[in-house]
C-alpha cells in the first residue's frame, strides 16, 4: 500500500511561482515511477510531468521550461516547482504513484493517487 499527500498549493499571481510536495508513506518501490497530473474544472485530468528510474523527468508541452519536476534521494518527497505560472495552470493538482508501463499521461496507468492541492493563478 503507498499513501500519498499533496501540499503547497495556494494563490499566486501569474508570473509568478509555487513549489509543490507530495510526501510518500508506504511501500517505496512503488514509486519507481511517478507523476503530477492536474485537472482544471470541466477538463479532463492531464498529465503534466513525470519521473521515472530509468527515462528520467518528461513534461507536457504546455510546462516545458517552466516546471521542474523531483524526487529526494528517499524517493518519499515528490516535487513540483513551477515558475512562471499563468492563469491557464489553475487546476487541482495531483500526485501519482506506480504506474504500469504504458504512457506517462495516462492516467489509467498509475495505481496510487493523492487528494489533490489546488492551484490558482490570477491574470
Known amino acids: 500500500q503507498l499513501r500519498l499527500a499533496e501540499s503547497g498549493g495556494g494563490s499566486v499571481a501569474a508570473g509568478g511561482s509555487l513549489r509543490l510536495s507530495c510526501n510518500v508513506s508506504?511501500?517505496?518501490?512503488?514509486?519507481?515511477?511517478m507523476a503530477w497530473f492536474r485537472q482544471a474544472p470541466g477538463k479532463e485530468r492531464e498529465g503534466v510531468a513525470s519521473?521515472?528510474?530509468?527515462?528520467?523527468?518528461t513534461y507536457a508541452d504546455s510546462v516545458l521550461g517552466r516546471f521542474a519536476i523531483s524526487q529526494d534521494s528517499a524517493k518519499k518527497i515528490l516535487y513540483l516547482q513551477m515558475n512562471n505560472l499563468k492563469p491557464e495552470d489553475t487546476a487541482m493538482y495531483y500526485c501519482?504513484?506506480?504506474?504500469?508501463?504504458?504512457?506517462?499521461?495516462?492516467?489509467?496507468?498509475?495505481?496510487?493517487w493523492g487528494q489533490g492541492t489546488q492551484v490558482t493563478v490570477s491574470s
Open positions: 519521473i521515472d528510474q530509468d527515462d528520467g523527468p
Open positions: 508506504g511501500y517505496i518501490a512503488s514509486t519507481w515511477c
Open positions: 501519482a504513484a506506480d504506474c504500469t508501463g504504458g504512457s506517462w499521461s495516462d492516467q489509467y496507468d498509475y495505481n496510487y
